[in-house]
């Protein structure tokens, strides 16, 4: 029995454990590499009252709304020019805004627009809209809020006009925003121009609280009074981006085509804003987890 083979190799093992033990112990091993996940971009990091992100309060999209920009206290100012390009004739619009946060999830804007068209500048309207969103950004799933608009147009350019819109958005993945609106639109005297609208923008960030590059989409079906069974149907696309010079300006600059025969040629957006009182801790932050246009 002492000469069986599998009864020497086992008597040879528990020779050799002594040896092991009293044996130093082999180095840690370090493995190194960049992470399967990307580092958290500081624009999507709760920045306002609500949750919502940053790139949420520095307006991403030129046709979409997502959500609330301005906490309780925040003052915003932003100039718009929009271009129009349709049969030859290139048009111009011109808009000042100004945004205020209140408590309650609740943002109030107001602003004027005026127009150049023929080399002849006109004002058009004074309008104040007020959005609401039912929770903090990340509790309902695309953050849904509640919009409503009334414009008091000059006499001579048509009816007042009342807009009410469903404004989503979200963070697809990580540097990838999303925003939806469905938009109803009437005016309410004169042509009695009726639209309903649907818009789009998604955008990737590029640089970190500087610099985006995104697409915009806006589809409208619009008819009048005395053509209610005959729409016209107006598709766009095109690309936007957006430069943040510093933390609390931003310049968004979108630039689409028209895809049917009753669409502009071409519709140009150029936005320049800048917020007050944003990330110096007046109001309270609060963290969830994430569930997931001018006329």
Known sequence: MPNHPTLKA??????????AQAAEPLPPITITGKALMPEALKEESPAGAWGQPEWVQSRRFATTRVHIQRSPGEVALEQWWRGRLKD????????EEIEFGLPGRIQIDLYQDWTVEENKAEHLDFAAEIRWA???????????ALYLE?????????????????????????GVHY????????EL???EAEEWQITQGISWTVIDETLSLGLEAKYVNETAAESRGDP????????????????????????????????????????????FDIGKGTHQ???HGPVSGMR
């Open 10 to 19: 086992l008597l040879a093992v528990v020779a050799l454990v002594p040896l």
């Open 88 to 95: 030859g004739k290139f048009s111009h619009r011109f808009q």
């Open 134 to 144: 039912p929770a903090d950004w990340g509790v309902i799933p695309l953050n849904p």
């Open 150 to 174: 009334y414009k008091w147009t000059d006499r001579d350019r048509g009816g007042d006009v009342i807009e009410p819109k469903l404004l989503l958005g979200d963070e697809l993945w990580p």
């Open 179 to 186: 925003g939806l609106n469905f938009v109803y639109e009437r």
């Open 189 to 191: 005297s004169g042509e």
């Open 232 to 275: 016209e149907h107006k598709c766009l696309l095109g690309p936007s981006i957006q430069w943040r010079p510093t933390h609390n300006t931003h310049l968004d600059l979108v630039a689409l085509a028209g895809m049917t025969a009753e669409s502009p040629d071409m519709e140009a957006w150029l936005v320049f804003g800048i917020d």
């Open 285 to 287: 932050k609060k963290v």
